[in-house]
């Protein structure tokens, strides 16, 4: 699986979006960008994953770069209860190869302020 | 929407003491893990288990570990004999195991281990 190069820490403002970046510049063709955020040492929650193009769901959007090396995950509204680290991963979903590999790097810190 | 159950949430044992960390994954998920985390630093995987056997493991998961799916619906790991480097937040997950596009993982709350 490639790696994953993160911030180690950002503010935003309550309300405001929250743009977290994440560089993947070796991935390979066949692998998504998966994020998850843990909260305060909860276990890690899913919130969205994608291949090439943009998604969007209730949490959060992706946006992927063109040549797939970078991702940001935008927060349209932040709050409070988003203040987590924040996971960026990329693995390969398609195979029943490596199923544990959901490899958890330092991750970005998010302290969302009032 | 179906979630990852553990139990204790809180485990304290005496060094050298045997403990039985319990998950209950998701009804119909096929492939289960346990991860663990110390205080402070990442999350870190220890082990896979798919079909009744362990489909991959790290260097953590040592002979001191094991895992075993006693009945249809559990999930457990064991840990033989304690350290005080034990001690740690050990999360479960599930997943469907479909290899499908939208294959990720689920995560229980934790059971935090405390060895005295």
């Known amino acids: 699986d490639a790696k994953t190069t993160q911030p180690p820490s950002m503010d935003c403002a309550e309300g405001r979006a929250a743009n977290l970046p994440c560089n993947h510049s070796?991935?390979?063709?066949?692998?998504?960008v998966y994020w998850y955020r843990q909260i305060h040492s909860q276990g890690p929650q899913y919130i969205i994953h994608?291949?090439?193009n943009n998604e969007t769901n209730e949490m959060a959007s992706l946006i992927i770069t063109e040549d797939r090396k970078s991702s940001t995950l935008i927060l349209p509204h932040a709050t409070l209860r988003d203040t987590a680290v924040y996971y960026c991963?990329?693995?390969?979903?398609?195979?029943?190869?490596?199923?544990?590999?959901?490899?958890f790097g330092a991750g970005t810190q998010v302290v969302v302020t009032p | 929407e179906p979630e990852v159950t553990q139990t204790p949430s809180h485990q304290v044992t005496q060094m050298g003491q045997e403990v039985i960390l319990r998950c209950v994954p998701i009804s119909n998920h096929l492939y289960f893990y346990w991860y663990r985390q110390i205080l402070g630093q990442k999350v870190e995987f220890l082990v896979s288990f798919y079909n009744n056997e362990i489909s991959e493991k790290s260097e953590i998961f040592d002979d001191q570990f094991s895992v075993e799916r006693p009945d249809g619906s559990n999930f457990t790991l064991k840990i033989r004999s304690t350290k005080l480097e034990d001690s740690a937040m050990y999360f479960c997950?599930?997943?469907?195991?479909?290899?499908?596009?939208?294959?990720?993982?689920?995560f229980g709350s934790g059971t935090q281990l405390s060895v005295l």
């Open positions: 991963i990329v693995r390969n979903p398609l195979t029943t190869d490596s199923w544990g590999k959901f490899q």
């Open positions: 994608g291949l090439k």
């Open positions: 997950a599930s997943s469907a195991g479909t290899a499908s596009t939208n294959e990720k993982l689920f």
């Open positions: 070796t991935i390979s063709g066949n692998e998504y």
